[in-house]
């Protein structure tokens, strides 16, 4: 029966903008997220995060429901916004008060506080003077987890500065289907290198306060060629290094690699790169967190140019690795996230990884008892925390599983038509009802030890 080390930490994981609304109080200002949500077309239904889960006023409602899981982690994200309004200054307090009292409110319940500082809300002002296209905004990134660190440093577990560098660049910049809604790939380049630097410069501003581990977050695509043609072999080789090694390798190698650079190359001479820049994005980590959802089969043959978020690998086409879905259109197949943590384990050997989010979107149908009963979602968990068990088997030093997501929320450009949770959020009322997932996830926790 697979089971876990005796300090293999389980958790849940939520980000800022996804739950918590009161976007207005508090003294928070306005990020890129606001703005988009709220130009019209750019999210479904015309959703958005004003009030998302309301977590920002039933916070304790919702650490409760974390105590009561038995978690031992719990990974949430800063809104910057809430911190330093126009992304500039000193801070403000009612901001750092609130992340205060969520942080003592875990330690009270036996939880440890996991902190990711940047999940995508950007400052509104810093947007305008190019956000991540400007080299600047990494430097105030700094100053910002300085802020963060100093007020949160003496109790939170674990730190990570980003979340999904890929996503905030590519698709922010290069698609444009995230805010700030910009489709222009030397954009997303240009993007891709501050966030690496913020990265850098976070993790300067992160030690000078706390002794914790600290690390970053990232969405490695579990990527499998579709066959051993040397078309399909090079978009598959192009497709893993713009979408995976782009943000590792400096990070964790000091470098960016050849293929990243050649297979960019059209879009960007890459004259952002400044002396001393890899020195600092390189500066030694504790921890990767990947999160994981699918795996594809890439192709080559595609004609996708312009609004792609696959900049390198225009013509790489994504196969779905087989056809049972979630409710994202994503592929379930638990063996990726063996075969992600292994991959990621053999090109840097030396770093610890957590699995920081992994979930699934399902349509959930509340039966007339109220009940929920998601046996598709539970399936889905199950198998895969059995692989990292695999993964650990294999030698792999994976750290932790972090449940994605505690509660229903805004999935981003999807609004809140996306069920992630196990916890079901009624928009309407805002209660909160247990998914039989949270059932079974609770019961799982008891024992940390999955049957044959
Ligand atoms: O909801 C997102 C989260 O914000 C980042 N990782 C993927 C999740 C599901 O799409």
């Given at each position: ?5 005796e300090?293999?930490v ?9 739950i ?10 306005t ?18 995060g004003d009030?998302?889960?309301d977590?920002?006023?039933r ?12 978690v ?7 809104a910057w ?19 205060s ?15 990711t ?15 991540w296209?400007?080299?600047?905004t ?8 300085d802020?963060?660190?100093r ?5 939170v577990?674990?730190?990570a500065t ?33 966030l ?38 090079d ?9 995976n ?22 879009h ?5 790169i ?11 980590i ?16 595609g ?12 013509d ?9 879905l979630?409710?994202?259109g ?5 063996r990726?996230?063996?075969?992600l943590?292994?991959?990621?384990h ?13 979930g699934?979107a ?23 925390i ?18 994605w997501?505690l509660l ?35 019961s ?9």
């Open positions: 029966m697979p089971t876990f080390p300090d293999f389980f958790g849940a994981a939520t980000a800022s903008y996804q918590e609304g009161a976007v207005h109080e508090g003294g928070r200002g990020s890129i997220w606001d703005t988009f949500s709220h130009t019209p077309g750019r999210v479904d239904r015309g959703d958005t009030v998302a889960c977590h920002y006023h916070w304790t409602e919702d650490l409760d429901i974390l105590a009561e899981l038995g031992d982690a719990y990974r949430f994200s800063v916004p809430r911190i330093q309004p126009t992304g500039v200054g000193s801070a403000n307090q009612a901001g750092l008060d609130f992340y009292r969520l942080v003592d409110g875990l330690l009270a319940r036996g939880i440890t506080p996991f902190v500082l940047y999940h995508w809300d950007l400052p509104q002002t810093l947007e305008d003077k190019g956000g296209r400007d080299r600047d990494a430097y105030r990134f700094a100053d910002y987890a802020l963060v660190a007020e949160l440093g003496d109790r577990g674990e730190w980003l979340n999904e560098p890929w996503c905030a660049a590519m698709l922010g910049y290069g698609s444009g289907v995230h805010a700030p809604g910009v489709a222009n790939p030397k954009a997303a380049l240009d993007a891709s290198h501050h690496n630097l913020a990265h850098g410069l976070g993790v300067q501003a992160l030690r000078a306060s706390t002794t914790s581990p600290v690390g970053i977050v990232v969405n490695v695509h579990q990527l499998w060629p579709a066959s051993d043609s040397e078309q399909d072999m978009a598959w080789a192009r497709a893993d290094a713009v979408g090694w782009m943000y590792l390798d400096p990070i964790l190698k000091g470098r960016y690699d050849d293929l990243t650079l050649a297979a960019t190359a059209k960007s001479s890459w004259e952002v400044a002396d001393g820049d890899l020195d600092i994005i390189s500066q030694p504790d921890f990767v967190g990947l999160n994981y959802y699918s795996g594809q089969y890439v192709a080559g043959g004609t996708s140019e312009g609004h792609t978020p696959w900049v390198g690998a225009e790489a086409r994504f196969i779905l690795a087989n056809d049972h979630t409710d994202m994503w592929a379930i197949i638990p990726g996230l063996t075969d943590l292994v991959r990621v053999e090109r840097y050997p030396d770093i610890d990884l957590i699995v920081s989010e992994n699934a399902m349509v959930d149908v509340v039966s007339d008892d109220g009940a929920i009963h998601d046996a598709d979602r539970i399936a889905y968990l199950e198998g895969h059995g692989a990292v068990a695999d993964a650990l088997a294999l030698g792999v030093p994976v750290k932790g599983y972090y449940e997501s229903d929320n805004f999935e981003w450009a999807l609004g809140c038509s996306k069920r992630f949770g196990i916890v079901r959020v009624d928009y309407d009322t805002q209660a909160r009802t247990w998914k039989d997932s949270a059932k079974w996830y609770q799982f926790l008891a024992t940390r030890t999955l049957g044959e």
